[in-house]
C-alpha cells in the first residue's frame, strides 16, 4: 500500500495563476481532508470530505476549491493564487467509522511557493 | 473546540524517558486524547490515542489524569528519530483535528 500520496512534491506560481492539488488514497477511507501548514504553524484545516460526494468548509476554506473525485481521489483547487497561499499542504485520510477514535493518515505534502 | 496547552519545547538525552504534558481542562466527557507527531519535513502520523484509562502501544504509552483535564505522552526511551513537534489534540463530534502548534521535542545524542 502507498497510503496517502500527493502530487506535486513542489510547485511555484506567479500571483494569479491557477494550479490543482492531486490527493489519493488507497486505503479504502471514506474520509479525506486538506490542511495548510505555515511556517512555525500547526496545521489548519481547510476543506474535508466525509465520504463520496460530500465536501464541507473546514477553517480556512477562502480562496480554495475541492472535488472528491471518487472515492480515492480528493483535489484542491486555487483558482486565483495568491502570496499569502505560500504554504505547505497535506491531504489526509481516516478509516471508517470508529467515531472519536478514528485516526488520520497523512501524505508527505506538497510545498507551494507563490510570487 | 475544546483547546490543549502544551509546552513549546521540551528537550531530552538520547535512550532517556520522555514525558509530554498537555492540559485540556475544558474537555468534555467524550471527547478522545489524540497524539501525532510531525518529523521534520514530513506529514504527521499518528502517536496515540486514549479516553479515560492510560495506553500502550509500540511507538508509545498514554498516561491520562483521573479527572481528564491532562495527559502525558510517554515515550520510553528516546532515539534521535523521535524528534519531532508533537501534537495533543482533543477529538470532538466533528470528528476533526484541529492542531494547536504543539512541542517540539529535541533529542540530545
Known amino acids: 500500500n502507498a497510503g496517502v500520496t500527493q502530487t506535486p512534491k513542489f510547485q511555484v506560481l506567479k500571483t494569479g495563476q491557477s494550479m490543482t492539488l492531486q490527493c489519493a488514497q488507497d486505503?479504502?477511507?471514506?474520509?479525506m481532508y486538506w490542511y495548510r501548514q505555515d511556517p512555525g504553524m500547526g496545521l489548519r484545516l481547510i476543506y474535508y470530505?466525509?465520504?463520496?460526494?460530500?465536501?464541507d468548509k473546514g477553517e480556512v476554506p477562502n480562496g480554495y476549491n475541492v472535488s472528491r473525485l471518487n472515492k480515492r481521489e480528493f483535489s484542491l483547487r486555487l483558482e486565483s493564487a495568491a502570496p499569502s497561499q505560500t504554504s505547505v499542504y497535506f491531504c489526509?485520510?481516516?478509516?471508517?467509522?470508529?467515531?472519536?477514535?478514528?485516526?488520520?493518515?497523512f501524505g508527505p505534502g506538497t510545498r507551494l511557493l507563490v510570487l | 473546540d475544546a483547546k490543549t496547552t502544551q509546552p513549546n519545547s521540551m528537550e531530552s538525552n538520547e535512550e532517556e524517558p520522555v514525558h509530554l504534558p498537555c492540559n485540556h481542562s475544558?474537555?468534555?466527557?467524550?471527547?478522545?486524547i489524540h497524539w501525532y507527531r510531525q518529523l521534520p519535513s514530513q506529514g504527521p502520523e499518528y502517536v496515540i490515542h486514549?479516553?479515560?484509562s492510560n495506553v500502550n502501544n509500540r511507538m508509545a504509552s498514554l498516561a491520562i489524569a483521573e479527572d481528564r483535564k491532562s495527559s502525558t505522552l510517554i515515550l520510553h526511551r528516546a532515539t534521535l528519530r523521535d524528534a519531532a513537534v508533537y501534537y495533543c489534540i482533543l477529538m470532538d463530534s466533528s470528528y476533526k483535528l484541529i492542531f494547536g502548534s504543539g512541542t517540539r521535542l529535541l533529542v540530545r545524542p
Open positions: 486505503m479504502n477511507h471514506n474520509s
Open positions: 470530505s466525509a465520504s463520496e460526494g460530500t465536501t
Open positions: 475544558t474537555i468534555s466527557g467524550t471527547d478522545y
Open positions: 489526509a485520510s481516516s478509516e471508517p467509522g470508529a467515531g472519536r477514535r478514528k485516526t488520520q493518515y
Open positions: 486514549g479516553l479515560t
